[in-house]
């Protein structure tokens, strides 16, 4: 249309249309379960105990992402040093491949699907002989398989959770909680398998009531708490700089006080008062310059 107008005389004139100019698109945010959901889905994915409710809780447990986990080889647990284990997730979705830590409970759900995977059929072997999780069909079809067991696993765990709980949800869970542990962005952008930090600064935005919450937690449990300083009438100097000095430190512990209300009718008055005493200071330094000492402000 734009072009249409110019060849018809009607040129447009530059800046008409800027990048300002463009609705933003809606920001997306990861949705992870809450504590409640989670906890009871993976109750029963364990109690099931099927090959692949065990694949999901791994995906759980380690972050990793679904298509990861049907990629995952025979051979992914890996030794990284005295009792230290990783799990090994090959090139996936950004090409990036990289180690998982695994836990004990990692590596008891590791063996588990190990166990299953033995008992399987020698034709179902023999077309997965190089992959840990069995095909039942090409790669969407599992995907399509453990979708629906995931499906079928919240709902019998009754998940308050209106929305459907896809396999990506487990991820944010695992993200957001690591998070909330107090993991760095970093250490969380390589175990995730992001390529920028801005992907995980999305988790940032999830966690933030998480981490007001342990910011006060942290101020409160500090071996030095922050504290109102203590003032002592009693030995201030009797004189007008003195009375000044106390005005000046009373104004300081009525505003320190005032910030710490939530009231606003009372933080008002606090307010008011303050006021009166910023009058008295002022009046007190309308006395002759004889009767106040020359170090008072």
Same mark, same amino acid.
């Given at each position: 249309m734009?072009?249409d107008?110019?060849?018809q005389?009607?040129?447009l004139?530059p ?14 945010l990861p949705?992870?379960?809450?504590p ?11 109690? #099931?105990?099927?090959?692949? /409710?065990?694949?999901?809780?791994l995906?759980?447990?380690?972050g990793?992402?679904?298509?990861? /986990?049907?990629?995952l080889?025979?051979? /992914?647990?890996?030794q990284?040093?005295?009792q ?5 997730v090959?090139?996936g #979705? ?7 830590? %695994? !836990?004990s409970?990692g590596?008891? %759900?590791? #063996? ?10 020698p ?6 002989k190089d992959f840990?999780l ?5 790669r969407?079809?599992l995907?399509q398989?453990?979708r629906l067991?995931?499906? *079928?696993?919240a709902?019998r765990?009754? /998940?308050? !959770?209106?929305k459907?709980?896809s396999?990506?949800?487990?991820r944010h869970t695992?993200?957001?909680? %690591? ?6 962005l ?9 390529k @920028? ?8 935005k ?5 981490l ?5 937690r942290?101020r ?5 708490p ?5 003032l002592?009438? @009693?030995t201030?100097?009797? *004189? ?5 000095q106390?005005?000046?430190?009373t ?7 005032r910030?710490?209300l @939530? !009231?606003d009718?009372t933080r008002?008055r606090?307010q008011r008062?303050d ?6 200071a002022?009046?007190l330094?309308?006395?002759?310059? @004889?009767m ?6």
């Amino acid at each position: 249309m734009l072009n249409d107008l110019a060849a018809q005389g009607h040129p447009l004139q530059p800046g008409l249309i800027i990048p300002e100019d463009l609705p933003t698109l809606p920001e997306y945010l990861p949705r992870p379960l809450s504590p409640e959901d989670d906890h009871r889905l993976q109750d029963e994915l364990r109690r #099931k105990d099927d090959l692949y /409710c065990n694949a999901l809780l791994l995906t759980r447990v380690t972050g990793i992402r679904i298509g990861e /986990c049907i990629r995952l080889p025979l051979d /992914c647990l890996r030794q990284v040093g005295p009792q230290q284990w990783a799990l090994h997730v090959p090139l996936g #979705k950004l090409h990036t491949e990289r180690l998982v830590p %695994l !836990d004990s409970q990692g590596l008891r %759900l590791l #063996k588990r699907i190990l166990e299953l995977r033995a008992v399987a059929s020698p034709a179902r072997l023999a077309k997965s002989k190089d992959f840990l999780l069995l095909r039942v069909g090409g790669r969407f079809a599992l995907f399509q398989t453990l979708r629906l067991a995931l499906a *079928d696993a919240a709902k019998r765990a009754g /998940c308050s !959770d209106t929305k459907p709980i896809s396999p990506h949800r487990l991820r944010h869970t695992w993200a957001t909680e %690591l998070l909330n542990c107090g993991m760095s962005l970093p250490a969380l952008m390589k175990l995730m398998g992001h390529k @920028s930090i801005q992907m995980t600064l999305r988790y940032l935005k999830v966690a933030q009531p998480d981490l007001q919450r342990e910011f006060y937690r942290a101020r409160h449990n500090t071996p030095q708490p922050y504290s109102l300083p203590s003032l002592s009438v @009693s030995t201030a100097t009797p *004189d007008l700089p003195g009375i000044g000095q106390a005005v000046a430190a009373t104004r300081h512990l009525l505003e320190m006080y005032r910030r710490q209300l @939530s !009231d606003d009718k009372t933080r008002r008055r606090l307010q008011r008062l303050d006021r009166r005493l910023l009058d008295i200071a002022q009046q007190l330094r309308e006395f002759p310059v @004889s009767m106040r000492d020359s170090g008072f402000r």
